[in-house]
């Protein structure tokens, strides 16, 4: 099993930054996969960036330039997503998410979220 504890969710102007962390604990020698959704009201969730375990990475179209999704350098099972010029279509809460690899735990859940945290960005 994997725990997710995340921060950094608030509010701001737009233009603004806020830096978001997700402490990943538990069996996190299996994750995969580790990665940022947001879920704005009304509409479905979408992946905003991610990160596998050799290294591949995606940012949504929409945010690229301005999100970076990155692994802390001290504990790699943390990861951040940094937000920069932040817009008002940026208002979503933003879920942390792992996969895990099902050669390491066969049999088991492989899909983790986070609690979701609050961005909300004012004009």
């Known amino acids: 099993q994997v725990q997710l504890v995340e921060s950094g969710g608030g509010l701001v102007q737009a233009g603004g930054s806020l830096r978001l962390s997700c402490a990943a604990s538990?069996?996190?020698?299996?994750?995969?996969?580790m990665g940022w959704y947001r879920q704005a009201p009304e509409k479905e969730r979408e992946l905003v960036a991610q990160?596998?375990?050799?290294?591949?990475?995606?940012v949504l179209d929409s945010v690229k330039g301005r999100f970076t999704g990155s692994r802390d350098n001290a504990n790699p099972n943390t990861l951040h997503l940094q937000m920069n010029s932040l817009e008002p279509e940026d208002t979503a809460v933003y879920y942390c998410?792992?996969?895990?690899?099902?050669?390491?735990?066969?049999?088991?859940?492989?899909?983790?979220w986070g609690q979701g945290t609050q961005v909300t960005v004012s004009s």
């Open positions: 538990g069996d996190t020698i299996c994750i995969s996969v």
């Open positions: 998410n792992v996969l895990l690899n099902p050669r390491c735990v066969p049999g088991k859940r492989l899909d983790y």
């Open positions: 990160i596998t375990s050799n290294g591949n990475t995606y």
